[in-house]
């Protein structure tokens, strides 16, 4: 049996399957920890093809583990379908236009990245009955990854113990290895505690968290230039004590994000901005807490994977795009501004190999990146909680193409593109480019042994979870203080 050209026709028979989950859970637009519909419709999905399905994996009421054949090796494949909040957007449509009533939307693509890895999963299982090869696929519903690091507490509950490798991928506006190594962050919470009076008449008896938080703010905008370069901080008021400004506020709260290359640096950080905490408190004449409610881990790229998943995703091509999603893509390309749109048919015309005419009738990269070994050394400055699974197996990625080039995510025109065909195209592509590799990995095992050794060089077998003692999954996304 041709392993390729199974990969390719079983993917062509689940490609209407992929889509359904695509736009199924595009619909539904849920917050982490709360895609209940999402997970749902992905766990029908799995079963009704065969996977026993367990839901509620990790203790997190939205995560689910489907399984697959049996022995060694085991695959994993990781899926996430949250949505990110105020970023409804009607598909297809090139000017924003929210739904009414939804609040959420898919605006870095989880709808397409659920779809694209739960169809890798079916893919690949199909080929194992075909062929009868000893082993395993287990996919991973993993929630949360945008602001609740959900594959973290999994880690730490240990539900990726026994995978031999694990992959993924992500929806983008390109086709490539994302063999970029990501950033880890801590997420705090510091709330002050003060004294109200009347602040017109007698102000002196007042003790203002605001301006605490105010004054811790400024502090660590000073900091900032006495950090290393890689680090981001950033902060949002949770609470700002009150709306009336003739009361000294009592209480306000801040939320922190410190993120660094690698944990240790986000805590050194993060030791600093606790100091500035406690002296704007000391300043104020206030009290503070500071609360870690979570994090995640850097993201180690592995070397053969990433190249193997390359090589699959090279093998198979891009996304098989046809006028029906260019024809979106155009209204999207006209939408731009005029220089940020001949920006993308020169980085698209070159890219795909034609003329910047050619590539403006269709907008959409198919061209598939190589990978290229100096991709590890990128360091970006976004981060995900992949990065927790891949210190304890080896793990590789890919992106593929749901939205014009220049398509920033966390946008509403990343939202209106995958809810669309582009959206359905792109996690089929990725689909079978993951089934493939799998394939080759329970083909040539010896693969994950070398894997396994350049993760132990990278890491030394250690693992460090973000998850301090003591905090659930319910803590991570707080609440102001006094609301229901």
């Known amino acids: 049996m041709d392993t390729l050209q199974f990969i390719r026709q079983t993917a062509a028979e689940k490609a209407a399957l992929i889509s359904q989950v695509n736009r199924g859970v595009w619909q539904s637009a849920e917050f982490g920890y709360s895609e209940t519909e999402s997970s749902a419709l992905i766990a029908q999905v799995l079963r009704g093809e065969g996977f026993a399905v367990q839901t509620g994996t990790g203790g997190l009421p939205t995560a689910l583990e489907a399984t697959w054949g049996q022995g060694a090796p085991v695959i994993g494949i990781l899926g996430e379908y949250d949505a990110l909040p105020n970023l409804s957007q009607e598909a297809g449509v090139a000017e924003p236009r929210p739904i009414p009533g939804q609040k959420c939307g ?18 690949l299982k199909e080929w194992l009955q075909a062929t009868g090869t000893a082993g395993t ?83 660590v905008n000073y900091l ?98 046809g006028e029906e999603e260019y024809a979106i893509a155009r209204r999207y390309l006209a939408a731009l501004a005029p220089e940020a749109r001949a920006a993308v048919l020169a980085q698209g ?56 080039p220049g398509t920033g995510p966390h946008t509403w025109q990343f939202t209106g593109q995958v809810g669309t065909s582009i959206g359905d195209k792109g996690s089929q592509a990725a689909a079978r480019a993951i089934a493939l590799a799998a394939a080759r990995l329970f083909e040539q095992p010896a693969l994950l042994e070398t894997a396994k050794q350049e993760l132990l060089a990278e890491t030394g077998g250690r693992y460090q979870s973000p998850i301090p003692s003591g905090i659930s999954y319910t803590d991570v996304n707080p609440k102001t203080p006094g609301q229901a």
Not at 167 to 174: S, V
């Open 349 to 404: 015309a070159k890219l795909n190999g034609v003329t910047e005419d050619e590539f403006a009738l269709r907008p959409l990269n198919t061209a598939v990146i190589p990978f290229q070994p100096q991709m590890m050394a990128v360091v970006t400055t976004g981060s995900s909680d992949v990065g927790d699974v891949s210190y304890l197996v080896p793990t590789a990625q890919l992106t593929a193409a749901t939205a014009i």
């Open 137 to 219: 696929v287990k996919f991973f519903g993993c929630p949360a990854e945008e602001t609740g690091f959900g594959k973290a507490f999994m880690a730490k509950a240990g539900c990726f113990a026994g995978l031999d490798a694990a992959l993924t991928w992500h929806p983008m506006d390109m086709n490539a290895a994302m063999a970029v190594r990501t950033v880890a962050y801590y997420k705090v919470r510091f709330d002050f505690k003060g004294r109200t009076a009347h602040a017109g008449a007698c102000p002196e008896q007042g003790r203002s968290a605001l301006d605490a938080c105010e004054l811790m703010n400024v502090g």
């Open 224 to 321: 900032r230039e006495h950090i290393i370069s890689q680090a981001r901080v950033h902060y949002a008021y949770l609470d700002c004590g009150g709306d009336a400004p003739n009361v000294v506020q009592e209480r306000a709260s801040l939320l922190y994000f410190v993120r660094a290359p690698k944990l240790t640096d986000s805590a050194a950080i993060l030791e600093r901005i606790k100091k500035i905490a406690q002296g704007a408190a000391l300043m104020t004449e206030t009290e503070v807490t500071a609360t870690v409610l979570g994090g995640l881990s850097d993201t180690v790229p592995n070397p053969t994977l990433s190249k193997l998943l390359s090589d699959s995703f090279t093998a198979l091509g891009g996304p098989d795009f």
């Open 106 to 123: 898919h605006g870095c693509g989880h709808s397409a990245l659920g779809a694209g890895a739960a169809g890798a999963a079916l893919i």
